[in-house]
Each structure stands twice: as structure tokens, then as C-alpha cells.
């Protein structure tokens, strides 16, 4: 048994209770100045040290804008700058009617500013610009001259950091308790970053009323709870976006189909089509019945939710919906597997799905928007019937599409195509551009991506970054895209790349990534922006080296290697899922993380994104001694040095394996390597004390929002720092020992428990009900291994059988 | 997976066999045949050994769906107490819990 794995040494639990950052997320953030008051004033500005004098003329009878102009007022005392006295500031409706939208401008005249737009959201915008222009001053002088801005991005939309995500293994239902997953101060610091929408989880059978079927007794609770929240966030400017995959499938248990309506029910998933049976059938929408089912749906809930932004559905991808969830995107011939064979292509499919839908929405709230997430996120090439499914869509309608999956770029002379998200890697994808083509003139058509990070580190709040974020938002404008879903369940925390976000949406790309970076930086970092951005270029630089491997992303140890053990021993056991809650040790089986790189690309690219992070984070925090009564700077520098560690303990971790694998192999300078890994050893001792303090002073640091739990924290890097200093460094003396007295490394280290080449008998799970027990006779030939069953046929019919089958190559 | 621990772990087949005496291709490079046989079905996987690439051993496991009237039955090779919980990507395969093989 490796004591790793023994029952008192395992991992302590995850903490429990509130989260620690909600503390944190409910706390302003305090702004402070950088400004020699007693500087003199140059030509061109107007002064504000006597102060700043707001009269609000703008229209705003729902008194959605009380929470901007709190903001504001707030502002000016953090600012030291007088308020209702000195230059005045009009807050007004704007005559000039290219001004839409959220468009404003903002026009510094010697007597007097004025903030303008034709719409209350508009002027929340001018506001918050207005704040960041005084917050970027390094004297109390602002200049003359006007600035309009204009937005090409209209819906930006995240999702709460921690709210719940409705799935296993919690399934914690957020419309289902009493806690604020919106604290004010969250709100408005989302506010102030652009972010105009959140989504959250809903489903058609939990909320909605229709003819069809009966209401679920918790609807009203439910509808109570999302009432509550869309009121709350519109006071922000934010509108909530029920997330949903609707159409759901049909279940026979839990979501069966409407008695009497046999015609609602579609193909079946792929497992269930195989064997004929089909538990799960997809949701057929060619029948009247149907598309009424979905126009009641969606028609009941914006009646009963005013306010209720639109609904965000995935309808292709991710779990079955309609019938074309039976479809895969490899498929070339482009047709649903469907028994009644009915002449509707793939585009009258999703036009008489979502069309319904939006209809019932648009009848109960005219603004409200839908906007259908195509979810396809593998990283091979897709058939051609995709691009398609845009044809029949109106201009009512959005698509949205990953912005990266199917994207490629070079890796140390190698070309390397990702899947899912990429936030190192620009993008977009080949095929997001022919789907931007496919939807124009068509269909509103929208970006999905990870603004704050994604799958490739996703336990701390983002990466600083925010050139990357640049030159997608550039390649979006390019592609007439209009809205961006900025998250999946993470990706989401406040801070630096929701700026960055939010900016861009007003961004003309005329410029230089530099000049964005350089104004990016003004307001928090007044009088070194220069130099921040020329950091942030570095870190762009260093994270553009993450191995582009999906396998990668989910299994690597970037997110939370900090808490890995480092196995001298064999332990050959797996590692450990980054998005879900697992609790065992993560083993040393590093084959898993990698599917399109060798251990040794992974390992140099792992060492040159650490050194540059290293560069770019000495830097970085040598600028920060001027900021350190800054909030939001510290927020900035702890990520920088938590992800400095992050990045040198997955160096580590490489590095040990692949020192291990030469011991392995018989390497005659074994005292050398033991030598060299025990030096790891010790830096990953001192890496995880270096994070305990980080994790201390900074409650956002380990939190991964799909697993719902902290993937590091105090007391587990502490169990680590245990498992190395109490195992890990006892088998090293005993490996040397071992070796000494003339013991090979693979003697000493292979484990040989897991090495056992049995006939076995077949293992049945708790889901069988049959006792059988077989023998698996393995036929080795000189040209292949056959492997044969025999099973008695208990049935009169044909059984179909699925095998997966999973040899890998050794030694 | 590998004895190494360093190479991931491929699927070489999904398996599928509706019909007597059908033969498939699953995944370019393995064949996957089913024959009735005396009340019973035998079923044969086939591996060429060209895919390991001249290596000595190979770790390997085995899955089983049958799709029964009752519903679906899993079962897995070798024995033991395996994950139910399936990873993305690789499926149930434990790296401790595939058995040797010599070839």
C-alpha cells in the first residue's frame, strides 16, 4: 500500500460554509488616489480641486440610475474631490441621435462637463468612464475636449462567481434557497466593468406553466427567487439571462413526455438508439402540439418575470434537446437518425425550435433577447451541415459560438488544435469565422469565450493577461460579432479582465494592443501604466506557452498541482478531475494530461511559461510597492505571485516525473538525479508555504467555480507540505539506502500490486442484476490480441453489445 | 494506461454488434465481430499488435454495455471496484486497475 494513499493520511475535507471571498466580494472596494494636488496646471485642463458640482437631468423614472449616481457621489469622496460645489457636471439626455444605445459622450469644456446619451444605460456608462478618467489623473487637472464612445458589443454577459451550478454532484438549485448570490457591491463592481448580463440555470420543468403538463409545486418559489434577482441586478444595469438546454430531452423518469402527445418525442441519444429502447428520446418539434409546448414555456415565464433579459440556450452539443442533439457535428450526411423520416432539414429544425420559443418570450416582453449557443466544442474538423443551421433564423434570434474550439497555433515546431476554450491562445477558430459568414445578414450572432480564465487555470479569479483579450475582440469586431457570453461557470471574477472586456466593446482598434493596454492601466495604476502594460505583455507572452492540449486543461497541474503529492514510489493511479470535487491524492499517472504532447514538451513549455511569468511577476511587484493601500492593485499582485507558484510547481512536477522516468530506465547517475529531485522536493515545500501565505491574505485564490469547492486552500496545502516532508522525503532515504546497497530503482520504486497480468473474471456493478461469471480468454497472435467473450443469449432477441476497449503502449 | 505513466491512455474501440454474424471496423485499426454460437453469442475483438509499435507489454482493460430490456448493463474487465463516476475522456480505465499483458 503507498502510505499516500493510507486512510490517515488522505486529504483533509473541503472547507464548509459560506464561501470565504463572499465576504470580500460584499465589501466595496475602496478607491485611491494618485495625485500630486499640488501640481501645477497645465494649459488645455480644467481644475477640479474646487470640487465638482452634478446636476442630473436625465429622464430615469424607474430610478434605475440611484446605484451609478451613488457610485459616483461615493467616488468623489474617496477621490478628495468636493462635491455640489466647484465646476458643474450635467448628467443629461443627449440631442445628437448617432448617440445609441449605450453610446454617451463625455465633454470637458472650461465651464463645465457634460456626461450625455439617449438612454439611461448610456449614461450608467458615462458615468462610470467619467469616474476612471479622474481615477487615472496624476494631477487634479483634466483635460478639454470630448469623447464619444460607441458600442459594437451589446450584450456582455457573465455569470455570479459562486452561484450554483445545478448539476452533480451537489445539484444545488439557486433559485431553491434564500442565499444573495448578488451582493450589492458586487453588482455595482460588475456594473462598473461593463458587464450588462448574467445567466443563470433554469429548466423548462422546474418554472414553467403550460397546458401540457402540470406545474411543478416548487415553480412559485423558484419564480419568487428569479423576480428578486432580475429587480435587484436591473438596478445595476444588468440583466438576468435564464440559461437553459431547451428544449429538454423526454425522460421516463424525471421529465417524461406530455400524456396524449406520443408526436413530441424524437430520436433517441446515441446509447439508446443503439439499443433500440430509448429511455431518453430528443424533443421532436415538427407538431403543432410541440411548438405550442415551447411558445407556453417560454411565453409564461417573461409573463411572469418582468424584466427578465432573454434566455441563453445551448441547442446544439451539450445533452439532448431537440433531435438534432442525435446528430454529431461529424456527421457528412447531415440527417437526423429519425424513424419517421420527416422532410425538415437541419435549419427548419432549429428555426421551428427557437422560433417558438422566442415568439412566446417577445409576446410577453418585447426587449427580451434569445440567443442560441451552438456548444461544439471538439477540437477535429465538423461537417458541413453546421454552418447551415443559420439559414432560416431571423434577426430576433442569436447564435453563439465558441470563439476557440478547432483553433491551432505551433508549439515548439509542432501544429497543435484545441478544443473548448482557449484564453492562450487568440483564436478564433477557423470555424467560428465561417459561422460568423454563415449567420450574417441572417441572424444576430454572438462569441463565446472565457474572459477571465478557463479550463486551463481555473482556481484563481483571472489571468492578467489582457492583451490576449485584445486581439480576440478585435477579430470579433472584425466579424461583425454583437454580443459575447463572457464565462461558463468560471471565468467570471471581478477585476482586471472584466475591465479589459468591458472597454473593448467600445474599442475602434485603431490603435496599438499597447495603446489599449497603456489606457487599461491609467485608472488603477495612474503614473506607471506604461510600465503595467509592458508586464502584461510579458505575462501574455509567458501564458501563450500553455501546452494546447485539451487533456491538458481538465487534468494538468496548473489549477492545483500546488496540492499534488510527488510520488517517488509508483503509485499508477490517476489523476484527479480539475472541474469536479474529487478528494483522493492525485497520483503520477501524468500520461493522462496529455494527449497531443510528449512529457517532454509539456515539461519545456511548462519551464518557459514559468520563467517569463517570473520575469513579468519581478516586475510587477516591484511597481506594486508604490501601490500597496491600493485595493484593487493588491487584488493584482497576489494573482500575479499565486500564479508565479502555480506555474513553477507544474514546471516541478514535470520535471520530477521525467527525473523519475530516467531512474526508471536504469540511469547509471541516479545519486545525481535523486539529488535533483529531492531538490524539487523542497522547493515545492517552500512553494506550498509561499501559497498558505497567499491563501491567508487573498480567500479567492483556489476556488474553482464548476467543482464548487476551494481545489486549494489552507489546511490541504498544509496536509502536502506533511506528505512531502513526512513520505516523500522518508523514501528518499530509503531509496538511497536501497540503491546503496545494490537494489535497481525499478525494484525499489514499481509497484507491483498494480502489475499483475490475471485471467479475470468479469466484474459486475451494482447496477447489474444478472450473477454471471465469465472467463476473459486474451488470444496474443504474432500480428494482434484478441479478445473473446461468450455470452449466453438470454433473450429471444439480438442484444447489441458496445465495448470499449483501452490498451496503451510500455516499456 | 502505461506502465510509465506517461503516455495517454487510447480508446481503440467502441465496439458495436446489433445484428448476428456482424463485423466491425471500430476504429480504423481494430475489428470487432460477433457470431452466434450455440445459444450464445461469442463475440472477438481484434488488436493488431502493429499499434503498439514494437513495445513488450501493454496495459489494457475492457468495457461492456449490453442493452438488455430492463435497461443497460455494464460490466468491466478486469475485476475489481471501479470508478462510476466516468472521466471525460477516459472513460472508467484507472490506471490501477487494467491488467499486464506480455505480448
Given at each position: 500500500m503507498n502510505r499516500i494513499y493510507a486512510a490517515e493520511n488522505l486529504p483533509p475535507p473541503f472547507p464548509q460554509g459560506e464561501l470565504a471571498f463572499i465576504k470580500e466580494l460584499k465589501k466595496h472596494v475602496v478607491f485611491t488616489p494618485h495625485r500630486d494636488d499640488n501640481a501645477a496646471q497645465t494649459p488645455g485642463t480644467v481644475s477640479l480641486l474646487n470640487g465638482l458640482n452634478v446636476s442630473f437631468t436625465f429622464p430615469d423614472e424607474e430610478k434605475r440610475l440611484e446605484t451609478a449616481l451613488s457610485d459616483l457621489e461615493r467616488f468623489f469622496q474617496e477621490a478628495n474631490i468636493p462635491s455640489g460645489k466647484g465646476l458643474s457636471v450635467v448628467i443629461r439626455k443627449s440631442d445628437d441621435t448617432e448617440l445609441k444605445g449605450e453610446d454617451f459622450r463625455i465633454t470637458v469644456k472650461e465651464d463645465g462637463i457634460t456626461l450625455e446619451s439617449n438612454e439611461r444605460e448610456g449614461i450608467r456608462r458615462s458615468i462610470y468612464r467619467f469616474m476612471d478618467r479622474i481615477a487615472e489623473l496624476c494631477t487634479p487637472y483634466l483635460a478639454i475636449g470630448a469623447e464619444t464612445k460607441k458600442y459594437w458589443l451589446k450584450n456582455r454577459i457573465s455569470r455570479c462567481f459562486f452561484g450554483p451550478i445545478k448539476r452533480p454532484p451537489f445539484n444545488i438549485d439557486e433559485l431553491m434557497n434564500d442565499i444573495d448570490y448578488y451582493p450589492e457591491e458586487y453588482l455595482s463592481r460588475l456594473a462598473r466593468e461593463g458587464v450588462n448580463g448574467l445567466w443563470l440555470t433554469i429548466t423548462f420543468k422546474d418554472i414553467c406553466k403550460t397546458s401540457f403538463r402540470p406545474q411543478n409545486p416548487d415553480a412559485a418559489r423558484r419564480l419568487a427567487k428569479l423576480r428578486q434577482t432580475v429587480a435587484k441586478c436591473l438596478r445595476y444595469g444588468i440583466k438576468t439571462w435564464a440559461f437553459c438546454i431547451e428544449p429538454a430531452s423526454w425522460k421516463s423518469?424525471?421529465?417524461?413526455?406530455?400524456?396524449?402527445?406520443?408526436?413530441?418525442g424524437g430520436p433517441g441519444t446515441t446509447y439508446a438508439l443503439q439499443s433500440g429502447y430509448g429511455e431518453e428520446s430528443s424533443f421532436c418539434p415538427k407538431s403543432e402540439a410541440a411548438r405550442q409546448y415551447l411558445y407556453e414555456c417560454t411565453n409564461y415565464l417573461f409573463s411572469e418575470v418582468p424584466g427578465l433579459g432573454g434566455i441563453l440556450s445551448i441547442s446544439h452539443g451539450e445533452r439532448t434537446t431537440s433531435c438534432l442533439s442525435t446528430l454529431p457535428t461529424s456527421s457528412l450526411s447531415g440527417k437526423v437518425p429519425c424513424k419517421k423520416e420527416c422532410d425538415w432539414d437541419v435549419d427548419d429544425i432549429i428555426s421551428n425550435t427557437l422560433g417558438p420559443m422566442c415568439k412566446g418570450m417577445r409576446d410577453a416582453n418585447p426587449d427580451a433577447e434569445l440567443i442560441s449557443w451552438l456548444y461544439q466544442p471538439a477540437p477535429v474538423q465538423h461537417a458541413p451541415w453546421i454552418f447551415k443551421l443559420p439559414n432560416k433564423l431571423t434577426r430576433d434570434i442569436s447564435l453563439a459560438y465558441n470563439f476557440e474550439s478547432g483553433c491551432s497555433k505551433m508549439q515548439l515546431g509542432k501544429l497543435h488544435t484545441g478544443g473548448d476554450y482557449w484564453l492562450s491562445c487568440a483564436g478564433p477558430s477557423d470555424r467560428f469565422a465561417r459561422m460568423a459568414e454563415s449567420a450574417r445578414n441572417k441572424c444576430g450572432f454572438a462569441a463565446k469565450l472565457q474572459v477571465a480564465c478557463s479550463h486551463e487555470d481555473a482556481t484563481i479569479p483571472y489571468v492578467p493577461a489582457p492583451g490576449l483579450l485584445y486581439e480576440k475582440y478585435k477579430a470579433m469586431k472584425a466579424l461583425g460579432?454583437?454580443?459575447?457570453?463572457?464565462?461558463?461557470?468560471?471565468?467570471?471574477?471581478?477585476?482586471l479582465m472584466n475591465r479589459a472586456s468591458g472597454m473593448l466593446a467600445?474599442?475602434?482598434?485603431?490603435?496599438t494592443e499597447m495603446d489599449f493596454l497603456t489606457r487599461l492601466a491609467a485608472p488603477e495604476w495612474p503614473g506607471k501604466e506604461k510600465e503595467i502594460a509592458e508586464v502584461w505583455k510579458l505575462f501574455e507572452e509567458a501564458y501563450s506557452n500553455y501546452p494546447m492540449d485539451n487533456q491538458f486543461q481538465y487534468y494538468g497541474p496548473v489549477h492545483d498541482g500546488i496540492v499534488w503529492p510527488l510520488h517517488l514510489k509508483r503509485a499508477r493511479k490517476q489523476l484527479t478531475r480539475s472541474w469536479k470535487p474529487d478528494a483522493m491524492p492525485t497520483g503520477?499517472?501524468?500520461?493522462?494530461?496529455?494527449k497531443t504532447h510528449t512529457a517532454g514538451e509539456a515539461s519545456l513549455l511548462l519551464q518557459k511559461m514559468s520563467k517569463l511569468w517570473a520575469e513579468g511577476n519581478k516586475k510587477l511587484q516591484a511597481i506594486g510597492k508604490e501601490f500597496q493601500n491600493d485595493s484593487t492593485c493588491k487584488e493584482e499582485l497576489s494573482v500575479a505571485n499565486a500564479m508565479d507558484i502555480q506555474f513553477a510547481t507544474a514546471a516541478n512536477i514535470f520535471k520530477f516525473y521525467m527525473y523519475r522516468q530516467q531512474l526508471f530506465e536504469g540511469a547509471e547517475n541516479y545519486e545525481e538525479i535523486l539529488d535533483a529531485m529531492e531538490k524539487i522536493v523542497y522547493e515545492e515545500m517552500e512553494n506550498t508555504d509561499k501559497m498558505t501565505v497567499l491563501c491567508k491574505n487573498d480567500s479567492?485564490?483556489?476556488?474553482?467555480s464548476e467543482a464548487e469547492v476551494y481545489k486549494f486552500y489552507e489546511e490541504k496545502l498544509q496536509w502536502r507540505k506533511n506528505i512531502l516532508k513526512n513520505i516523500v522525503l522518508d523514501d528518499f532515504r530509503e531509496c538511497r539506502k536501497a540503491l546503496a546497497s545494490g537494489i535497481s530503482f525499478r525494484d525499489f520504486a514499481e509497484n507491483p500490486d498494480t502489475e499483475k497480468c490475471v485471467l479475470s473474471q468479469w466484474y459486475e456493478n451494482a447496477s447489474s442484476n444478472g450473477k454471471q461469471k465469465r472467463m476473459m480468454p486474451i488470444y496474443i497472435s504474432k500480428s494482434s490480441v484478441r479478445i473473446t467473450t461468450i455470452l449466453k443469449m438470454n433473450s429471444p432477441r439480438s442484444m447489441p453489445w458496445m465495448w470499449k476497449a483501452s490498451p496503451s503502449p510500455i516499456l | 494506461m502505461d506502465v510509465e505513466g506517461l503516455t495517454f491512455p487510447y480508446l481503440v474501440g467502441n465496439g458495436l454488434a446489433r445484428k448476428t454474424n456482424e463485423i466491425a471496423d471500430t476504429t480504423g485499426v481494430c475489428i470487432f465481430s460477433k457470431e452466434e454460437l450455440a445459444g450464445a453469442w461469442k463475440s472477438t475483438f481484434t488488436v493488431p499488435l502493429s499499434l503498439f509499435q514494437g513495445k513488450k507489454q501493454i496495459l489494457f482493460g475492457l468495457e461492456r454495455i449490453e442493452y438488455l430490456e430492463k435497461g443497460e448493463r455494464w460490466t468491466s474487465y478486469p475485476a475489481g471496484k471501479f470508478e462510476n463516476d466516468v472521466r471525460l475522456n477516459?472513460?472508467?480505465?484507472l490506471p490501477d486497475k487494467l491488467v499486464l499483458l506480455t505480448l
Open positions: 423518469k424525471g421529465n417524461p413526455i406530455p400524456e396524449g402527445h406520443p408526436e413530441m460579432v454583437e454580443h459575447v457570453i463572457m464565462c461558463w461557470y468560471f471565468g467570471n471574477y471581478p477585476g467600445t474599442e475602434d482598434f485603431k490603435g503520477d499517472t501524468l500520461g493522462e494530461c496529455m479567492r485564490l483556489g476556488y474553482h | 477516459l472513460s472508467y480505465f
